[in-house]
């Protein structure tokens, strides 16, 4: 089966510029996340979907960050306006369901300069 | 809150070396552990989880309630297994989201 998709790979944009990622989970699987990590860091979880519902986004900055999931299949990040400390790899991973194997893509990487 | 910590950022060893990676959790809960893995230019994937107790590429992880860890080892590292672990929690009721210890590169010599 096909993993899961993200674009674009790499991103360089200025500070408070906007900026969006793509992702499109494995065919069929019911929870989408979204992860921020840092150079030097674990990922750390930004927003859980159940199919088209939010789970889960409270370590999701929301004054500047927003995600969607329409019709519960692929999922689009965005940050407006970017900050510095915004520089990561954004990675977006899917499972069947909550509790199940989560499968990772293969992260965008940002630098805010 | 839940936390993971895994104390080493590099672990070297040679070829045939035994190998422990070690990883502490806190958890008010029964917790549900994991290793990931992520080998130079490849995703992240997961290499065990507690539950199902199996043996993967000769790695074994047991979970110790009384100690809080989740010790990964192997008894003789491979050059291939250079790479960088991270050890993973999750509750095993309710939204089930991840958090991940910072990681730790093993690297293997040969």
């Known amino acids: 089966e096909a993993g899961v998709a993200q674009s674009p790979r790499y991103k360089i944009i200025e500070k408070r510029q906007s900026v969006a990622f793509w992702c499109n989970p494995i065919s069929g699987h019911a929870t989408l996340y979204w992860y921020q990590q840092i150079l030097g860091q674990g990922p750390k979880l930004l927003i859980q979907?159940?199919?088209?519902?939010?789970?889960?986004d409270s370590q999701l900055p929301k004054d500047r960050f927003s995600a969607e999931r329409l019709k519960g299949v692929d999922s689009t990040l965005k940050i407006q306006p970017a900050k510095l400390e915004d520089s990561a790899v954004y990675l977006c991973?899917?499972?069947?369901?909550?509790?199940?194997?989560?499968?990772f893509g293969p992260g965008t990487r940002l630098l805010v300069l | 809150a839940q936390r993971v910590t895994q104390p080493e950022k590099l672990l070297s060893v040679f070829k045939g070396a035994p190998v422990e990676l070690k990883c502490n959790y806190s958890?008010?809960?029964?917790?549900?552990l994991f290793w990931y893995v992520q080998y130079s230019r490849q995703r992240l994937q997961l290499l065990l989880r507690h539950i199902s107790r199996e043996s993967i590429k000769g790695f074994t992880a047991d979970l110790n309630k009384g100690e809080t860890s989740f010790h990964l080892k192997k008894p003789f590292a491979q050059e291939e297994d250079s790479a960088m672990y991270y050890c993973?929690?999750?509750?095993?009721?309710?939204?089930?989201?991840?958090?991940f210890g910072s990681g730790t590169r093993l690297q293997v010599q040969p």
């Open positions: 991973a899917s499972s069947r369901d909550r509790g199940e194997t989560q499968y």
């Open positions: 958890y008010s809960g029964s917790p549900e």
């Open positions: 993973a929690l999750s509750g095993n009721t309710g939204r089930r989201a991840l958090t």
């Open positions: 979907f159940q199919n088209n519902g939010v789970v889960d």
